[in-house]
Each structure stands twice: as C-alpha cells, then as structure tokens.
C-alpha cells in the first residue's frame, strides 16, 4: 500500500510565501517523477511543477520564478516552495508521484489527497 501525504497548506497574504510538502511511505522499491497539481474551484487540475528522478525541473509560464519544486530522495518527499503568491495561486494543491512498488510490479502513479492554499487579504 501506497500513500502520499500533503501538508503546508494554508492561507497567506499576496505576496507571501508557503512551502508544501508531500511524504510517500509504504511499499516503494523505487519513484521516478513526482510532481504538484492544482485545482481552483470551477476549473481544471493544472500542472504546477514536476521534478524527474535525476533533478529536472519543469514549470508553467504561470508559476516560473515564484515557485520552487525540489525532493529529497532519501526521504522520499517532494516539496514545493511558494512565493510571490497572488490570489489566483488559490486552489487545492495535489502531489504526485510515480511509484514502483515492488521490483516485480510496473510504475503506477499515486495521488495525495490534497491540501488548500488561499492566498487571500
């Protein structure tokens, strides 16, 4: 069994800053990617930032130069750290990751259950 853990979520200021984390445990052999999503209400999940096995990094235009992804393998923990936020960074955020869970098992990806970011005055 799989399990990805967000937390860090809350609400902040415009202009402030948040670091999300998101915790992997269970049967993991290996993880390639993992990655951030988010969702604002009325719209689709959208791509925040992925992150490979090695340490690329890929953003959209909406978040490059404010947002930071980066992993700890060790941990097997990815986090994104936030700054420069603007109300429309609002949503529920979601990690993923790609999880091989056995050396006999193929990669699945696994989804957290998600964690509320408000960015609000």
């Known amino acids: 069994q799989v399990r990805l853990v967000e937390s860090g979520g809350g609400l902040v200021q415009p202009g402030g800053s948040l670091r999300l984390s998101c915790a992997a445990s269970?049967?993991?052999?290996?993880?390639?990617?993992m990655g951030w999503y988010r969702q604002a209400p009325g719209k689709q999940r959208e791509l925040v930032a992925t992150i490979t096995s090695g340490g690329t990094t890929n953003y959209p235009d909406s978040v490059k130069g404010r947002f930071t992804i980066s992993r700890d393998n060790a941990k097997n923990t990815v986090y994104l750290q936030m700054n420069s936020l603007k109300p429309e960074d609002t949503a529920v955020y979601y990690c993923?990751?790609?999880?091989?869970?056995?050396?006999?098992?193929?990669?699945?990806?696994?989804w957290g259950q998600g964690t509320q970011v408000t960015v609000s005055s």
């Open positions: 269970g049967s993991i052999f290996s993880i390639n990617a």
């Open positions: 993923n990751a790609d999880i091989q869970p056995s050396i006999i098992k193929y990669y699945n990806r696994y």
